[in-house]
C-alpha cells in the first residue's frame, strides 16, 4: 500500500485501482444518483464518485438493481456503497456490484439515520465490532476489487466507544481505505467535525485514510488534511447544489489554477438540464426530486431567491420548466447591457 500527493494505491484480493484524485464524492441517499453524478464528472473527470447508498437487503429481493446497471454507462471511477448487518447478504450484493462494473465496493458503518441503525446497519455496526469484522472479512474475501469502509468515531457524544481500536480491528478485517466522518452516531450532522480525532485514527493505520465532515471549499479541505494527515477528503453535503466544488478541490490540492465558480446563466442552465434528465427518466415525479436540487442550486445571483421560492411552488414540470427559460432569457438581456 502505497500513496502520493496526487495517486492513492488500493490493493484489492485480485484488482488493483488508482485513485488519481484526492477528493472524493460521498454517497449521498437521494442525491447523487446518475444524473447528479453525470454533473459532479463535468468539473471532476477522475475523482472517485459513489452510487447513493444500496440496500444489500433489496438487491438481494431483487430491487435497486438499476443502481448498478447505470454503472456500465459511466466514465471514470463508481464505487457502490452497501449496507446492511447480515455477512451473507452483503457478500451477495458485493458480488452482483463487482460483476456490474464497481470500481470498489464500500461498506457503510456510519449512516445515523435511526430506521437503518436500528436494524444493525450503518452505524449500528459500530456497537458490534466483531460482527462490523465478520462483513469486511467475508465480502474482501468474496471479491477481486477492494473494499473499503465508511464510519464515525464512534455512537455516543461522549465517545465511549474507541474509534482508533474499531478502525483497527476493520483494517486488519480486510479494508483497503477507510473513511471517517468526524462526527459520532449520536451527533448526525450536528455540532463540529472532529478532525483531531480523524488524526489519531489515521496516526494509527496503516491504510489509506480519507477525512470527511465539514469541507465546504478548497481552504477547508487544505486546513483538514493539515490537522489529520489524511491521504484525502470526502466531500458531501458541501457539494449538494454545487457540483461543480469537486473539481474546485481537486484543483487546488493538485496546485492547478482553480476555474471559477459557474455564473448565475450557467446554474439555470445545469438546473434546467437536471430537471429534464430527471423528467426523462421519472416522468412528472421527477419534478418531486428535482425541487431540492433546484433549491439547493439557485442561489447567489439577481433573482435567485424569487426564482428559488416559484420553482419548489411548481405544480407542473411545465410551470418549472418556463420560469426557468423565463430566467434564462432574463439573463441574456441582463448580459447585454452589462
Not at 246 to 251: A, E, L, S, Y
Amino acid at each position: 500500500m502505497t500513496s502520493s500527493l496526487r495517486e492513492l494505491i488500493i490493493q484489492g484480493r485480485g484488482v488493483t485501482r488508482t485513485l488519481r484524485s484526492r477528493v472524493l464524492q460521498s454517497p449521498l441517499a437521494g442525491v447523487s444518483d446518475q444524473i447528479f453524478r453525470k454533473l459532479v464528472r463535468r468539473w471532476a473527470p477522475e475523482a472517485l464518485l459513489f452510487t447513493e447508498m444500496v440496500s444489500a437487503n433489496r438487491l438481494g429481493l431483487g430491487n435497486d438493481s438499476y443502481k448498478l446497471e447505470e454503472l456500465a454507462k459511466e466514465k471514470g471511477p463508481i464505487g457502490v456503497q452497501l449496507f446492511d448487518h447480515r455477512p451473507a447478504v452483503m457478500v451477495e450484493a458485493a458480488i452482483k456490484a463487482e460483476d456490474c462494473g464497481a470500481f470498489l465496493i464500500d461498506i457503510n458503518m456510519g449512516c445515523p439515520v435511526k430506521k437503518i441503525a436500528r436494524k444493525g446497519g450503518g452505524s449500528g455496526l459500530l456497537k458490534e465490532p466483531e460482527l462490523a469484522e465478520r462483513i469486511v472479512n467475508k465480502v474482501a474475501n468474496a471479491v477481486q476489487i477492494p473494499v473499503t469502509v465508511k464510519t464515525r468515531l464512534g455512537s455516543n457524544k461522549d465517545g465511549s466507544l474507541d474509534p482508533v481500536n474499531f478502525a483497527l480491528r476493520i483494517q486488519d478485517a480486510g479494508a483497503q481505505l477507510l473513511t471517517v466522518h468526524g462526527r459520532t452516531r449520536t451527533q448526525g450532522f450536528s455540532g463540529n467535525a472532529n478532525w483531531i480525532a480523524i488524526s489519531k485514527v489515521k496516526s494509527a493505520l496503516r491504510i489509506p485514510v480519507i477525512a470527511n465532515g465539514d469541507i465546504q471549499d478548497a481552504n477547508d479541505a487544505f486546513r483538514c488534511l493539515e490537522i489529520t494527515g489524511a491521504d484525502g477528503v470526502m466531500i458531501g453535503r458541501g457539494s449538494m447544489g454545487a457540483p461543480w466544488l469537486i473539481g474546485q478541490i481537486d484543483c487546488a490540492l493538485q496546485g492547478k489554477k482553480v476555474f471559477e465558480t459557474p455564473g448565475p446563466k450557467e446554474i439555470v442552465t445545469l438546473v434546467l438540464y437536471q430537471l429534464q434528465e430527471l423528467l426523462e427518466r421519472k416522468g412528472e415525479h421527477g419534478l418531486l426530486i428535482a425541487r431540492k436540487h433546484m433549491n439547493w442550486t439557485c442561489k447567489g445571483f439577481p433573482g435567485a431567491d424569487t426564482l428559488r421560492h416559484s420553482l419548489i411552488r411548481a405544480e407542473t414540470s411545465k410551470e418549472a420548466i418556463t420560469l426557468l427559460e423565463k430566467q434564462l432569457q432574463l439573463l441574456s438581456e441582463i448580459n447585454q447591457y452589462d
